[in-house]
């Protein structure tokens, strides 16, 4: 068995201070950089995305532009715009432990890790068939939306997944909650909640 881990969307605006920034955000990063130090050897590679939005768009009806206001459900506020500090990994994780970036949302809403291509445009189920993996760990933000879809999107790619909870921060308590609960039914093995 190759297992990886996926590090999910560990950017300045999900953290504290950051236009969508959930509570926790910041700890989390440095947990998964401590987590990454202390267990390397287990993963064939640690692989990351960002959400990559496009300025001056509401990229695909996800992102709502003041004076509007989103439901923080299904619309959003402005963030992780290509190539602003909001879009970068929050200081607390250390990207020289990264191995593959990715990058997903540009114009659209993306959820799912598995919707994310490299800097040179290759497909991460590219990237995981060359590594022949088969088994995913999921640490990052926000456990409620995107570690929840990549996971569940894993799943349906029959990998054996896990989430490692304790890695994880969600946008609201219940909503977390819940996403742990649809994880477990759906086979998803939650490790530490
Ligand atoms: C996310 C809300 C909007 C996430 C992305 O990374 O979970 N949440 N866009």
């Keep these: 068995m190759t297992r990886v ?10 953290c504290e201070g950051g236009s969508l920034g959930v509570a926790g955000g910041a700890a989390v990063a440095a947990g998964i950089t401590e987590y990454i130090l202390e267990n390397r050897e287990q993963y064939a590679a ?3 995305s960002r959400d990559w939005h496009d300025a001056a768009s509401d990229n695909g009806g996800h992102i709502v532009w003041p004076p509007a206001t989103p439901d923080y459900v299904d619309t959003w506020p402005p963030h992780c715009i290509a190539g602003t500090f909001g879009a970068e ?5 250390d990207t020289s432990l990264i191995d593959v970036h990715v990058q997903k949302g540009q114009g659209k809403p993306s959820y799912s890790i598995f919707e994310g291509v490299t800097a040179a445009g290759e497909s991460l189920s590219t ?3 060359r590594l022949q993996a088969s088994e995913v760990d999921l640490v990052g933000i926000a456990t409620d939306y995107c ?8 799943m349906n790619a029959e990998f054996k997944v896990r989430v490692l909870a304790n890695l994880t921060a ?3 308590p219940e909503s ?3 996403a742990l609960q649809k994880l477990t039914h759906s086979g998803v093995t939650v490790v530490g909640a």
Excluded: M
């Design 176 to 178: 977390s909650a819940k």
């Design 147 to 154: 570690v929840l879809a990549s996971a569940l999107d894993a």
């Design 46 to 48: 640690v692989i990351a």
């Design 127 to 129: 990237v995981l068939q």
């Design 89 to 93: 990994y929050q200081a607390n994780l």
């Design 5 to 14: 881990l996926f590090v999910i969307d560990v950017q300045n605006d999900f």
């Design 170 to 172: 969600g946008v609201a």
